[in-house]
């Protein structure tokens, strides 16, 4: 490693949509015993990042929108989610929804 390489602070991985979606379906999974999460308060810190207003109402209609998480119904339910059948599924078939995406960009 060169000295300059060495003086340079290290980037900030910019993470995606894709792997907030990866993360979420990965920790509900790996939290089956609890059932349900709140995404802005038990998932997201969890990944380090805080997010708020309008991107927080987006990214979340877009973890929803795959169908491998819900957001379950009842008084004191808003913001939490839960994996789907189709996400325990995802899970057991590929281990993540990264993985998910390249096979499906392989075939």
Do not use: C
Request: aromatic fraction near 8%; avoid cysteine.
């Amino acid at each position: 490693m060169s000295e300059e390489q060495a003086q340079q602070p290290e980037q900030p991985r910019v993470l995606t949509e894709d792997d907030v979606i990866d993360f979420t379906i990965r920790l509900l999974y790996s939290r089956l015993d609890v059932d349900e999460l709140h995404f802005e308060k038990q998932i997201l810190p969890e990944l380090g990042v805080q997010i708020a207003g309008r991107d927080l109402e987006h990214l979340r209609e877009v973890i929803l929108a795959t169908g491998f998480v819900s957001s379950p119904i009842g008084f004191g339910k808003v913001g939490m989610m839960q994996l789907t059948s189709n996400g325990m599924q995802l899970m057991k078939q590929y281990k993540g929804y990264i993985p998910f995406l390249r096979h499906q960009q392989q075939q």
